[in-house]
């Protein structure tokens, strides 16, 4: 079984430049999730879907950050403009469905270097 | 609201070595108590859940985490490590309706040869 895929792996951009990240989860997999992690962190939850809407998005600054997942399927991740604190790993991750307590499957995630 | 804290950033032993990797946790809800394994240029892996049930749950590569209600602990063990446990070891908890996954900052486990 194939598991997350996420792209591209690195990025490098300048603050106020815009940024995009592409996941694509385990087939089948029914919850998306976006997690921002900061070095020396743990894993922040950005974003969940359930299918193609937005379950829970509290943590994520809408002001510069928007993901969708129009097909219920893969999703998109943008940042515009970025900051220097946004400099992070951006980690996807999917589960079966919400509502039990499913394992979350997470990709290799991308390493975003704002200068 | 939900919080855990992982009482170490780094912890180096040599290999054959027992090693504890400490876990505490503060939620108002009943909660479900996750260990995951983030390798080398790797994503994040489940090792050990406890949802319900006994309270000492396995992996199976060795590793042991027990549920303290008491002390709202689920500290990570493993009676001999080897190299290939070197990696950086995130407790996370979850609770409540939304089922939404709180981490801690991570331990590093160093094993040294």
């Known amino acids: 079984e194939a598991g997350v895929a996420q792209s591209p792996r690195y990025k490098i951009i300048e603050k106020r430049q815009s940024v995009a990240f592409w996941c694509n989860p385990i087939s089948g997999h029914a919850t998306l999730y976006w997690y921002q992690q900061i070095l020396g962190q743990g894993p922040k939850l950005l974003i969940q879907?359930?299918?193609?809407?937005?379950?829970?998005d509290s943590q994520l600054p809408k002001d510069r950050f928007s993901a969708e997942r129009l097909k219920g399927v893969d999703s998109t991740l943008k940042i515009q403009p970025a900051k220097l604190e946004d400099s992070a790993v951006y980690l996807c991750?999917?589960?079966?469905?919400?509502?039990?307590?499913?394992?979350?499957?997470f990709g290799p995630g991308t390493r975003l270097t704002v200068l | 609201a939900q919080s855990v804290t992982q009482l170490d950033s780094q912890v180096p032993v040599f290999e054959e070595a027992p090693v504890e990797l400490r876990c505490n946790y503060s939620?108002?809800?009943?909660?479900?108590l996750f260990w995951y394994v983030q390798y080398p240029n790797q994503g994040l892996q489940l090792l050990l859940k406890?949802?319900?049930?006994?309270?000492l749950v396995e992996s199976i590569n060795g590793f042991e985490a027990e549920f303290n209600k008491s002390q709202t602990s689920f500290h990570l063990r493993k009676p001999s490590v080897h190299i290939s446990d070197t990696a950086e070891y995130f407790c996370?908890?979850?609770?409540?309706?939304?089922?939404?996954?709180?981490f801690g900052k991570g331990t590093l486990l160093t094993v040294n040869p």
């Open positions: 991750a999917s589960s079966p469905g919400a509502g039990t307590h499913n394992e979350q499957f």
């Open positions: 996370a908890v979850s609770g409540g309706s939304n089922y939404k996954l709180t």
């Open positions: 406890y949802l319900s049930g006994s309270t």
């Open positions: 879907f359930q299918n193609n809407g937005v379950v829970d």
């Open positions: 939620s108002s809800v009943s909660v479900y």
